[in-house]
Structure formats: C-alpha cells, structure tokens
C-alpha cells in the first residue's frame, strides 16, 4: 500500500497532463462501448418486433414520400368509411395508433399516451398484461365500459377494476375507461425509423378498438389509422386494388410493401446497422486503445529517471507490474462509475421531463441492456489495462539501469 | 549552408516533426472526414450513425486535440537539457523562444494548408478548420511560454 501512494504520488501525478489525458481517452472508449452495446441491444428488439411482421401475406402501408405533406383533415368523411368499407370487407387488417395524450391524475403527473390497436394488432404485436385478464374488443361503446391495459407507473393509482372516466380525444367525447391488466414494467415498442429510442408503455393506456370505436372516432383519427394498417392476409393483386382504391377515394398514393419487400429492408437496415454499429467500434477502440498505448509510452519516455531509480533501490519488476494492474483498475473503476452514473441521470432527466413515452424503469438506475453495456465495458478495460500495462512494462525493461539514472 | 544552421538551431528533430505533424493531421482529417459525412448520400442506417458522429464533433474534436497538448507537454519537458545547454554556450532564450514559435507554426501551417486543399477539392466548409487553426495557435503560445521555465536548470 505505501509502494502503491508512493507510485500514485511521486510518478503518475508527477506528470498529471499524460495521466489526464489517458482517463479521457479511456473514459471515451468506456463510453463508446456502453453506447455500442446499448444500441446494438435497441436494434436488436427493433428487428424482433419488425421480425413478426415478416410473414407471408401481411403487407405494411406507408404513405409515398411524394404525398408527405397530406393534410389527415382534408377527406371527406363519407370517402374514409368507403376506403374503410373495402378493407373491412376485403382483408383481415391490424389497426393501431399512438400519439393522443391525455391527461389524468398520477403520481408522477405525466401526461398520458393513449395506444389504440384493433384485435388483430394485438395477437400480432404479442403484448402481455403482467397480472389481469387477456384484453376484449367486443364491447359495446353504449352499454359497457372500454377495457383496458394499464402501464406499470399507472397500477398505484388505476389498479385492476378501477374506473377512468375521461375524454378520448379519437371520440371527441367522455367515456369509462376500465382497467382489465397491468403491464409490465418497461414494455416498449420500437420506433421503426430511430431505433435508437423506444417508445415505453409504462405511462400508456392501451385502448381497443372494433368496428363500432373505429366508426364514431373522428376523421382524422380514422386517416391516421388507416395510413398505418398491416394488411394480414393479402397478396400483391389485392393490395394494388387497394392502394388504387385509396388513391381514387383520397387523391393520395399508398404504397403496400410485401413480404420480400420487407426482408430487403431488414437486410439493409437491422442487420447492416448492426454490422455497422460493431465494425465501427473495433475501428474507434483500435484507434483509441492506439493513441492511449503511445501516451503511456511518452509517459515512460518522461520519467525514465524516476523509473529506473524506484528499480535500482529494490523494486522489482514484478511489484511494479502489480502497482500499474492496481492504478488501472481504479481508473477503470471511476470510469464505469461515471458512464453508469451518467446513464442513470440520463433516466432520471427522462422521468424529470415528464415525457411519459421516454420514462423507463432500471435496477439501480439502468436497464437490463445498460447492465449488458457495464459487462462488456468490464471485459473490454481488462483487455484494454492488460495490452498498456504490458506495453509500459516492456518499454521500461528496454531501459539500461546505467542510462536511466544519468538521465 | 544557411539551411544547415537554421536545422541546427532548432529544438526540433525530424521524429518530432513527424509526431507532431501525425497528430495535427489526425485532428484536422477528422474535423474534414466529419464534414465530408454531412455531403455524402448515405442509407438509413448509415445516416442515424453519422448523424450521432456529427453531433459529437466538438467532443471527437477536443479529444484528438489532447494528442497536441501532451506532444507539446512532453516535447518540452524533453528540450530541458537542451535548453539549458543551448544557454551555456551563447544561445539566448529570446532567439530560442522565436525559432520554437517559428518552427510550430510551420509545420502547423503546412498541415493546415493540406487539409485547406482537401477540403476545397471535396467544396467543404472551411470554419471548422480554422477554429482548430486557432485552438492550435493557442497551444503554440502557451506552450512557447513555458520555454522560459527550463532557462535555469
């Protein structure tokens, strides 16, 4: 111990410039690690969630870039149940929309997302209530109260069986919301186009919708939806007859990608991004791990004297080895606590912002795929401490006793 | 002849020559690679990746950067000796000093100047250079003032 604050004092502070600099540059590649996995875990349960929609027969809606700028409010309301009607008699379809928020009283005054999906969006999208029964779609707006799923942030206030009397804003109008399940904590789904961000349910209302919620919901709701339907059991003959029965109704071009569509998108975005995301890192690690390898060098190029000196009163090469694994592995240390840190201020800034799509729970302030990122930033500074500590090591045995101490 | 005795008075040899210059190529080539990703037509998911690149430039930037100071750092820390020999024998510190100012800014100009043309071959935008043309002026200076430090030994 009194070799080791010798050590820290006399020579590692003794330059505090080289020593700095090399915490930077391992506090970079800590970060770039971290955010390495972390994407890479996002992307993956970006590309399970699209993976369900690759299956033969279900085509997915998306608007043409050329008609970017359509305005949901401009149709007519008797030409979107006609276009209604055709899907409704011609293909089984799944529904969904998310983006209406709502405001009711909680314990974290979040302002509430409502998700709306039809049954068929619900058996595709897989989602499962953690305590509660399954979710319903044949009740009757009049007569019953709407079933729904709760987030986990709202199971304090709204447990199973609990009332919501609320204006949805699809209908324009109040209705009694019924809790029927809690979901589980940190259920999300994947934004398809910034798979670097989920969107979290923990604050999220789950509604569902059928034939008669779909018909009295307002305009706009109903172009919004159907601007994003799955159609499940189509073929490329059915879905051009659609697409061109859209355009004739709306003026609007929709296009319907198929199957083999899709797998070409995965290839070139989830698989490629992943690819991508991992050559990348080796690169800027390679770089870093280079750049800290001739700091530490520069640093025994520095202080041969104090070196040689520290060797020639009885300091053996195998204490030194140990006194520099010890120096390390605290710099290590600090610098998986400050990206862990900052990941978890970065949650607790999410939940400050009272942005309920964003607000997500973890275990001591990060989530499973950040505890995944503090792994492989363990792995990798062992592996980044043992390739410099060598390195230094090999570079002061180079040094002749003799010329070190005239030095 | 002149050449020789203007090589001579120098602090600097050929193997800081390179290292220096190997650090302010590293910086300026990757503020001008950054730049270069702005214009380039790139796919979805190459785009997200160079858009979190690009909004970590000044980050990436100042990182590279700390390559320049701790060169200069070391470099000085070395001269130490030297310094103090060059006094011993009729050298004075403000000569020293102007000659040291003079051969950083020439191998900060040179690599600078390379990096101007590739960034006019490529029709980059060039204020991202000269704010490290600054930061790295800057450096030169500070560093020049820590010349004096070594006048006694």
Not at chain 1, 180 to 197: D, F, P, R, T, W
Not at chain 1, 219 to 228: C, I, N, R, W, Y
Not at chain 2, 66 to 72: I, R, W
Not at chain 2, 97 to 119: H, P, R
Request: hydrophobic letters at 45%.
């Amino acid at each position: 111990m009194k070799n080791f604050s010798f050590f820290i004092k006399k020579i590692f502070l003794k330059r505090w410039i080289l020593s700095i600099t090399l915490i930077f540059f391992l506090l970079s590649a800590n970060f770039l690690i971290f955010t390495a996995v972390r994407s890479l875990f996002l992307t993956r349960g970006g590309y399970d969630e699209m993976s369900r929609l690759n299956k033969n027969g279900i085509f997915v809606s998306n608007l043409d870039p050329s008609n970017a700028e359509f305005d949901v409010t401009s149709v007519e309301p008797k030409r979107i149940n006609g276009v209604y009607d055709y899907i409704d008699k011609n293909f089984k379809y799944a529904l969904h929309n998310e983006g209406d928020l709502i405001t009711i009283p909680n314990d974290k005054s979040m302002d509430v997302p409502l998700v709306y999906m039809n049954k068929e969006y619900y058996d595709l999208n897989g989602l499962k209530s953690k305590v509660g029964r399954k979710l319903y779609f044949d009740y009757s707006l009049k007569s019953d109260k709407i079933p729904v799923f709760v987030g986990a942030g709202l199971s304090k206030n709204y447990p199973i069986g609990a009332e919501i009397k609320t204006e949805i804003p699809a209908l324009g109008r109040k209705v009694t919301l019924k809790v029927q399940g809690i979901l589980k904590k940190n259920e999300c789904h994947a934004n398809y186009y910034a798979l670097n961000s989920m969107s979290y349910y923990n604050y999220s209302i789950i509604i569902p919708i059928n034939k008669e919620f779909f018909m009295k919901a307002n305009s706009a709701f109903k172009v919004d939806t159907m601007l994003e339907t799955i159609i499940i059991n189509g073929s490329k003959e059915s879905v051009s007859n659609l697409s061109k029965e859209i355009h004739d109704e709306w003026k609007i071009k929709v296009n319907f990608n198929s199957q083999k569509e899709n797998n070409e998108f995965f290839e070139d975005y989830y698989l490629y991004r992943m690819r991508l995301i991992v050559i990348l890192t080796i690169i800027f690690l390679a770089i870093i791990i280079g750049v800290s390898i001739w700091n530490a060098v520069v640093c025994v190029r520095l202080m041969k004297k104090d070196f040689t000196i520290n060797l020639l009163v009885g300091m053996s090469y195998k204490e030194l080895k140990k006194i520099l694994y010890k120096s390390f592995a605290i710099i290590f240390t600090l610098n998986i606590l400050v990206v862990s840190v900052y990941s978890a201020m970065c949650r607790v800034i999410a939940w400050k912002s009272k942005n309920a799509l964003v607000a997500s729970y973890g275990f001591l302030g990060l989530a499973s795929n950040e505890w995944l990122g503090v792994l492989a930033m363990i792995l990798v500074d062992s592996l980044i401490g043992v390739i410099i500590v060598e390195c230094i090591v090999k570079r002061i045995k180079k040094i002749p006793i003799s010329l070190g101490v005239m030095q | 002849m002149k050449n020789k005795k203007e090589v001579t008075k120098s602090l600097f040899r050929k193997v800081d020559i390179v290292e220096l210059g190997c650090a302010y190529i590293a910086v300026f080539f990757t503020e001008t690679f950054i730049c270069y990703m702005k214009n380039l037509h790139l796919n979805l998911a190459q785009r997200e990746i160079a858009e979190q690149i690009i909004s970590h430039k000044v980050l990436i930037e100042l990182l590279l950067s700390l390559l320049v100071v701790v060169f200069y750092y070391q470099f000085l820390v070395r001269k130490k000796t030297e310094i103090f020999c060059r006094i011993l024998v009729g050298d004075t510190m403000r000569e020293m000093t102007v000659q040291y100012l003079k051969d950083s800014m020439k191998i900060l100009g040179s690599t600078f100047l390379v990096c101007v043309l590739v960034k006019f071959v490529f029709m980059l935008d060039l204020r991202g250079s000269y704010y490290l043309l600054c930061l790295f002026m800057l450096f030169i200076l500070i560093s020049s003032s820590q010349v004096h430090r070594y006048e006694k030994f």
